[in-house]
C-alpha cells in the first residue's frame, strides 16, 4: 500500500513523480493501441494511471499508488470492486465451463431476477453490451411499428452504434461524424429535452416515429438533468400514439433503485435497455420488455401474430461466466440494501463537497442524483453559489455543450496526486462499499486539489 507521498512540485510534476510505471506502460501502449487507450473516456493528460488491482471502493496501480475509486468499472461496479460472492460464483463457473454453447440454468436464474426487479420486464434478451442492447431494442420498436424514425435527446447516449452517435458525446449541431452514413444519421430526429412543446409538437404531428429512447436519469448519467414532468409526458404521449417508449437504463438500472429510474420514477417503459451492473461486472446486456414486442423474437409467436421474427445472434450472449457473476450480483441487489448503502454515501459526499466548495470560496456546483455525484467546474466563471447551485437552469448547452477537457483532466490530475480518481464527468459512481472513510478522505483530497488549482491558476472567479 502506497498512500499519498508528500508533495513537493506542480501538480504534473508530483503526478509524474508518483506514476514512473503508468508512464512506462502507457508509452508501450501508445506503440501498439491507437492512442493508447481501449476507451475514449479513459483518455487523460499526461497519461491515464495503469491500474493493477482493486478491492471493494479501491484500486491500486502498477506504481503501488492506492486511489478512492469513482469510476466503478464505468458504472458495473454497485457491490464495489470484487465483491467476495461474485468471485466465489465465477470461480466456481470457470472450471466447469465458459461457454457450453447450449441454453443453461443461469441464464433463466438471470432472467428471472430481471423479470422481478425491472418493471418493464415481461420477456428479457440478452446481448453482450449495452450497445447491443440498445442496437436490438430500436431494431424491434421498427419492426413493432412498422415506422423507421427514432427520437432521441441531444447529449444522451446510448452505446456507439452508428444511429445513436450524432448528437450524443460530439456533432451537437446535427452533422455526421467521420465514419457515420448520412443515411443513418436521417433516421433521427435529435430533440433538445429542456423544450417539452417541441417535443410534444413532434410527437403529436408525425407518423414517421418508431420510437422515443432516452436516458431517465438525463443526459449522461443525470449530468443535464431533465425537466420535471419530460418522462411522463413522454409516456402519456407515447402511449396515446402508439409509439414505443425506451428506456436506457445502462447507468440507472439496478442503481436508481433495485428497478431502475423506472422504479423509482413509477413510470414503466415498453422497453428497457440494461448493460453493466446487469452482468454483476463482467460483460453483458439486455433488452428488457413487453411481451407483444419481444415475442418478435420468438419464431411462432411472430407467426402468430402475423409478424416477421426478428434476428438476433451473439456468440457471447448470456455467457455461464457472465450469467454465474450476474446471478449472484443480482441476487444481492435484490436482497440486500446496496442500492440504499451507496446512495446515502453520495448524498454525504454531495453534501461535504457543497460545505467544502462555500468554506473554500469555489464557485462550481455539486449535484446528482442516486448514487452518482457531479461536479459542476463552471467553466465560464458564471456567478454560482455553491450552497444552492441548481442545474436544470443551465440546461444541455451551460453544462455538456460548454464542457472544458482541460480545466476537467487538471482536477481529475489533482485528485489523482491526493489519492482519488473522479470520471470525466466529471464525477464518479458510488459502490455500496464506499462508507464514512471513503467520503471523508475524498472531500479531504478534494479540499487539498482545489487549492493547489487555484494555486496554478486553475479556478476561475465570477
Ligand atoms: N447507454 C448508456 C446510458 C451508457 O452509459 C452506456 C455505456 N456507458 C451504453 C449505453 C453503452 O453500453 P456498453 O458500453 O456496454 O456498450
Not at 166 to 195: K, N, R, T, W, Y
Not at 408 to 413: E, T, V, W
Not at 425 to 450: C, D, I, K, N
Request: glycine share 12%; net charge neutral.
Amino acid at each position: 500500500m502506497n498512500r499519498a507521498k508528500p508533495l513537493h512540485g506542480s501538480i504534473e510534476e508530483d503526478f509524474r513523480a508518483r506514476t514512473p510505471g503508468s508512464a512506462r506502460l502507457f508509452a508501450r501502449a501508445c506503440a501498439v493501441i491507437p492512442a493508447g487507450l481501449t476507451h475514449d473516456s479513459r483518455a487523460a493528460l499526461p497519461y491515464p494511471v495503469c491500474a493493477a488491482r482493486a478491492q471493494g471502493p479501491r484500486k491500486w496501480d502498477v506504481d503501488g499508488n492506492e486511489y478512492v475509486d469513482y469510476f466503478g468499472g464505468h458504472g458495473a461496479l454497485l457491490l464495489g470492486h470484487s465483491h467476495p460472492a461474485v468471485v466465489e460464483a465465477v470461480q466456481r463457473q470457470m472450471p466447469l465451463g465458459t461457454h457450453w454453447g447450449a441454453s443453461h440454468a443461469l441464464e433463466v436464474q438471470w432472467a428471472e431476477l430481471v423479470q422481478r426487479l425491472i418493471p418493464s420486464a415481461e420477456r428479457v434478451r440478452f446481448t453482450a453490451s449495452g450497445t447491443e442492447a440498445s442496437l436490438l431494442a430500436l431494431r424491434l420498436a421498427r419492426a413493432f411499428t412498422g415506422k423507421p424514425k427514432i427520437v432521441r435527446f441531444v447529449g444522451h447516449f446510448h452505446g456507439w452504434h452508428d444511429e445513436v452517435v450524432a448528437g450524443a458525446m460530439s456533432h451537437f449541431d446535427g452533422s455526421a461524424p467521420a465514419g457515420i452514413a448520412p443515411a443513418a444519421l436521417e433516421q433521427s430526429i435529435v430533440l433538445p429535452d429542456g423544450d417539452l412543446s417541441r417535443v410534444t409538437d413532434t410527437l403529436g404531428t408525425r407518423e414517421d416515429i418508431a420510437a422515443v429512447i432516452v436516458e431517465p436519469s438525463g443526459a449522461s448519467w443525470g449530468q443535464v438533468p431533465l425537466p420535471a414532468g419530460l418522462l411522463a409526458s413522454l409516456r402519456q404521449l407515447t402511449h396515446e400514439r402508439g409509439i414505443v417508449l425506451i428506456f436506457d437504463e445502462v447507468i440507472t438500472g439496478f442503481r436508481w433503485s433495485r428497478g431502475g429510474a423506472q422504479a423509482r420514477y413509477g413510470i414503466t417503459p415498453d422497453l428497457s435497455v440494461l448493460a453493466k451492473i446487469l452482468a454483476g461486472g463482467l460483460p453483458g446486456g439486455a433488452v428488457a420488455g413487453a411481451r407483444a414486442i419481444m415475442e418478435q423474437l420468438d419464431a411462432a409467436a411472430a407467426k402468430a401474430a402475423g409478424r416477421e421474427k426478428i434476428g438476433h445472434q451473439g456468440t457471447f450472449n448470456a455467457n455461464p461466466l457472465c450469467a454465474a457473476a450476474a446471478v449472484a450480483a443480482l441476487g444481492l441487489v435484490e436482497t440486500s440494501d446496496a442500492c440504499a448503502r451507496a446512495e446515502a454515501s453520495a448524498e454525504a459526499l454531495r453534501q461535504g463537497l457543497r460545505k467544502l466548495l462555500v468554506e473554500e470560496g469555489v464557485p462550481w456546483g455539486v449535484y446528482g442524483e442516486s448514487s452518482v455525484f457531479i461536479v459542476f467546474p463552471n467553466p465560464k466563471g458564471l456567478p454560482i453559489d455553491p450552497a444552492s447551485f441548481d442545474p436544470v437552469a443551465l440546461g444541455f448547452e451551460g453544462i455538456k455543450g460548454a464542457r472544458d477537457p482541460h480545466l476537467i483532466n487538471r482536477l481529475r490530475l489533482a485528485l489523482l496526486t491526493e489519492g482519488v480518481d473522479i470520471m470525466g464527468g466529471p464525477g464518479g459512481m458510488v459502490s455500496a462499499t464506499h462508507g464514512p472513510q471513503e467520503v471523508a478522505q475524498t472531500l479531504q483530497a478534494f479540499r487539498s486539489a482545489l487549492r493547489r488549482l487555484k494555486a496554478e491558476g486553475d479556478i476561475r472567479w465570477p
